[in-house]
């Protein structure tokens, strides 16, 4: 009865009730390796690239 009076005497049932939905945990290790992983893709893909950028001459990616 406290809690109801120190609200008003509100009773809507979200004071009392909550209704938010927990948020989904996020795996930070799994997400650093994902990242990881794709970043050297990226080195590797920039570093062919390269190769066939110099073979024709032209200038490189940074």
Do not use: C, W
């Not at 004071?15 to 290790?29: C, D, F, G, Q």
């Amino acid at each position: 009865m406290e809690e109801i009076e120190k609200n008003d005497f509100n009773l809507n049932i979200s004071r009392y009730v909550s209704t938010a939905e927990p948020e989904e945990e996020i795996n930070l290790t799994a997400v650093h390796a994902e990242l990881v992983s794709l970043d050297n893709q990226i080195k590797s893909a920039t570093q062919k690239h390269n190769e066939f950028l110099k073979e024709l001459g032209l200038p490189l990616l940074p």
